[in-house]
């Protein structure tokens, strides 16, 4: 049976695979033992691949609505329809009119990466909203103050680390996060087994929390207070040591002065820990031979999130083991430009717009995705008149759905990119879908900069585009085309312009490789099946490691580029050249942080949670993912079902300030009292899409309780987990 590499696109793993082909179908799904990078790894989702990719309920031509009704339609006759409808509103009421969602696959694509940053450009539109602020913004907005650079995020050096702090993540279901790392669960066991320790920090006693040496169970919204109390017992015992960062740092003695109130007896009545374990965790850290504190959902998408995510860093700053083997470090991937000298860099700005309605600040040119409906929905001077999605789910991954949906309906003009019928996408005029994942070339240019180990891989699609679809990268150009009053010009004008305006820079820059170079010659050396492979070519070739795309191809199974390694003082882009510890922006929100020392805990609190079979709101119509028992239950302490009169299997109603939902109650002591947990991505029991799976087990949505206004002030993130809920017994 021939077979084909294809890099899997449904975590941030990035496993290689080898899929087994009949004809133009993939008929099976196994681990890459050659992959440089995951060796043979696979989960239950990538096994599953064959059946994600020939779902039948993938559309397979455009959709557009006449006569108010979504119908096939023809490539031209969908691009028509949205150049014809989007430039007269941007021409009556100016670009802010068209606004932008990007939803989280866009990173597991080479279309995502390449071209939603040129459509933003072309539309020069401040309503963007992305995945992101549901997610990992409070990472790099604390990234962006403490080194410059928001996208500068260092991981935990997992194959070589002798302790690992990790609060708020559960990579046994996840595969991990912000830390791409094929057999996650494989490296926490390897830590173990060469003596080193690991904690894990969740409400939940996860199946993470089961391979740990410590596992404590904080009181959800907590964790700012926490790793507070660790900085604060680092300072008190004299256990700090900034090791090889000396001299790159500055900021240190206003943190010590900071975090001074927040002592380990201080806070732990708010995170319900006791302060001598508190105490213990801040000396295992300081005295393992190398450690690394790594915090992700459960810290992110909370009120103090950014705090949180700024706390996990200055930990590693203070132990020494921020950039040192066995820390976290800073990643380096093949299609990051070639490092400049070090030196002073622009610094990163925050708040340099504000959203119309509610006045949030933006975060790395972004609106908070829980503000969207707001924005659609509020008369005035600069509403959003019409919306261009992009692998986003929004109805149901945002706070608030009900109020989104309603929101959609009353747009001019929506556009969605995607290859479902969905809870979002039904309200599209124009649905244009891209091909299943075997059609696709794939190239990792987001998970390179978060991975564990050095590597780049190319896998070219495994099986020809069918007849009549049409590869996304082309549709994102031809999108790009017809909202900047280019329609109808070749898609690959849109890639030569980004290749012109990158050597025209590269070339003038005496660190690139490209430094001198005549552009159009350089341009022409450019190998590539389509402009997003000559853009993939050429961001290799302006690389750290002068690798080209015909030396990927030539390798299918990877080409692998090292362990992590050092690399401050060059990564750092602050006004200052070093590693700013404690920034304004972050100063001035500690007074938030400490009235949370004495708030008295809500009495029932809501989180979160994800299963292997699962990814966000997307995974629900294979089969094999969705099948055994209900999935979407509310796991409920013994004792609070005791407390509520809640009984196992049984059907409950739960409440919040966004509305309220019945759910089937699930009784199990892993999960801490005073919390309940509901996983999200469910509720599809909308009308009007085709998800014939999904809709057979519609589970609810979670975020319906949330009604958008609970954000980290500042990355305008929602807080998805550690809100007030109530709940009682459906009799
Ligand atoms: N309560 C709660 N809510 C959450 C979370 C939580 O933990 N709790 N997690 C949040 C997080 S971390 C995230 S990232 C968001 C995710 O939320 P979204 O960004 O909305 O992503 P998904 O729900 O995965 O929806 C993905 C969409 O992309 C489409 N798609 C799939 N493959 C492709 C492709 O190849 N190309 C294109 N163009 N489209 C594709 C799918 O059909 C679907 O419509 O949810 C957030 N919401
Ligand atoms: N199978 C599967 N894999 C996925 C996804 C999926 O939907 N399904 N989604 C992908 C995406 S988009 C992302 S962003 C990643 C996320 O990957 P992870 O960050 O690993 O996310 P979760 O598995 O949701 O784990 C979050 C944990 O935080 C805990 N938690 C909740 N509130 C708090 C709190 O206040 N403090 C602390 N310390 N812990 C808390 C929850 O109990 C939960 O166990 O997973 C990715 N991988
Ligand atoms: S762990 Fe993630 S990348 Fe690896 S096979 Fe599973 S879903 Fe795919
Ligand atoms: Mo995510």
């Known amino acids: 049976m021939p077979t084909a590499p294809r890099i899997c696109p449904l975590c941030e793993a990035t496993c290689g695979l080898t899929l087994t082909i009949e004809g133009t179908r993939v008929t099976g799904a196994r681990g890459d033992r050659d992959d440089v990078f995951s060796q043979g790894f696979i989960c239950p989702k990538g096994a599953s691949f064959g059946e994600v990719d020939s779902d039948p309920d993938r559309l397979r031509t455009p959709l557009v609505r006449k006569d108010g009704v979504l119908q096939e339609a023809t490539w031209a006759e969908a691009f028509d329809t949205v150049a014809a409808r989007i430039r007269p509103l941007v021409d009556a009421h100016g670009p802010n009119a068209v606004g932008i969602v990007l939803g989280n696959p866009n990173v597991h694509t080479m279309a995502g990466a390449l071209y939603p940053p040129l459509l933003i450009g072309a539309l020069r539109t401040r309503n963007l909203f992305t995945a992101s602020t549901l997610d990992q913004m409070p990472k790099h907005v604390s990234s962006g103050l403490l080194f410059g650079d928001p996208f500068a995020v260092p991981v935990p050096d997992l194959d070589r680390t002798a302790h690992l702090l990790m609060l708020g993540a559960n990579p046994l279901e996840s595969n991990g996060s912000l830390c791409t790392a094929p057999d996650f669960p494989g490296k926490l066991k390897a830590l173990r087994k060469r003596g080193g320790t690991l904690t894990v920090v969740d409400p939940r006693r996860t199946r993470t929390a089961r391979l740990a040496d410590r596992h404590l169970p904080i009181r959800p919204g907590a964790d700012a207070l926490f790793l507070a109390a660790l900085t604060h017992a680092l300072f008190d015992e004299d256990l700090t040591d900034l090791g090889a960062l000396d001299g790159h740092v500055e900021g240190v003695e ?140 929004p109805v149901l991954s945002a706070p608030d759905g009900r109020r989104l949906d309603a929101a959609l309906e009353a747009l001019d003009f929506m556009v969605a990119v995607d290859p479902y019928l969905n809870e979002t996408t039904r309200h599209a005029d124009v649905v244009l879908p891209p091909p299943p994942p075997s059609q696709s070339a794939h190239f990792d240019f987001a998970f390179n900069g978060f991975a564990v180990h050095n590597q780049a891989r190319f896998t070219p699609a495994a099986v020809p585009l069918e007849e009549g679809r049409m590869d996304e990268c082309e549709i994102h150009a031809r999108l790009v085309l017809a909202v900047s009053g280019m329609h109808g010009a070749s898609p690959s004008a849109v890639d030569d312009l980004a290749i012109e305006t990158t050597l025209a820079k590269a070339v003038t820059q005496e660190y690139s490789p490209a430094h001198g170079a005549d552009p159009r010659a350089f341009a022409a050396t450019l190998t590539g099946a389509t402009g997003a492979e000559r853009r993939l070519d050429l961001m290799l070739r302006l690389g750290p490691y002068g690798l080209t795309l015909d030396a990927l191809r030539e390798q299918p199974h990877g080409v692998d580029l090292g362990p992590l390694m050092r690399r401050v003082p060059q990564i750092l882009k602050t006004r200052s050249g070093r590693i700013e510890l404690l920034p304004e922006p972050l100063a001035a929100d500690l007074p938030r942080l400490r009235a949370a020392l004495d708030a008295r805990p809500d009495a029932l609190v809501l989180v979160g949670r994800r299963h292997l079979r699962s990814n966000n709101s997307w995974l629900h119509n294979a089969p094999s993912l969705n099948g055994g028992s209900n999935r979407c239950t509310l796991q409920v302490h013994p004792d609070d079902a005791d407390r509520l009169g809640l009984a196992d299997g049984k059907p409950a109603r739960i409440s919040a300030e966004g509305g309220e939902l019945d759910v089937e109650v699930e009784i199990t002591d892993a999960v801490r009292s005073g919390v309940v947990s509901l996983p999200h991505g469910w509720g599809h029991d909308r009308p009007g899409t085709r998800l014939t799976v999904a809709a057979a087990r519609p589970g609810v949505n979670v975020n319906q309780l949330l009604d958008g206004s609970r954000l980290d002030p500042l990355s305008g993130t929602a807080v998805l987990n550690g809100f007030p809920v109530v709940v009682s017994p459906l009799l």
């Open 254 to 393: 206003e943190v010590r002065e900071a975090v001074r109130e927040f002592t380990p007896e201080a806070v732990a009545a708010a995170c319900d820990l006791d302060a001598p374990t508190i105490r213990t965790v801040a000396r295992e850290l300081a005295a393992a031979p190398s450690a690394a504190v790594y915090g992700r959902i459960g810290s992110s998408t909370v009120s103090h999130g950014t705090l949180a995510s700024w706390l996990v860093d200055v930990l590693n700053v203070l132990t020494g083991n921020l950039d040192r083997p066995g820390g976290a470090l800073f990643p380096l991937s093949a299609t990051t430009p070639a490092p400049r000298p070090a030196g002073p860099g622009k610094g990163f700005a925050l708040g340099r717009w504000t959203s119309r309605v509610s006045g949030h600040p933006e975060a790395k040119g972004e609106l908070p995705m829980a503000a969207l409906a707001e924005e659609i929905e509020t008369e005035g001077e600069g509403r959003i008149r019409a919306l261009i999605t992009i692998a986003g789910n």
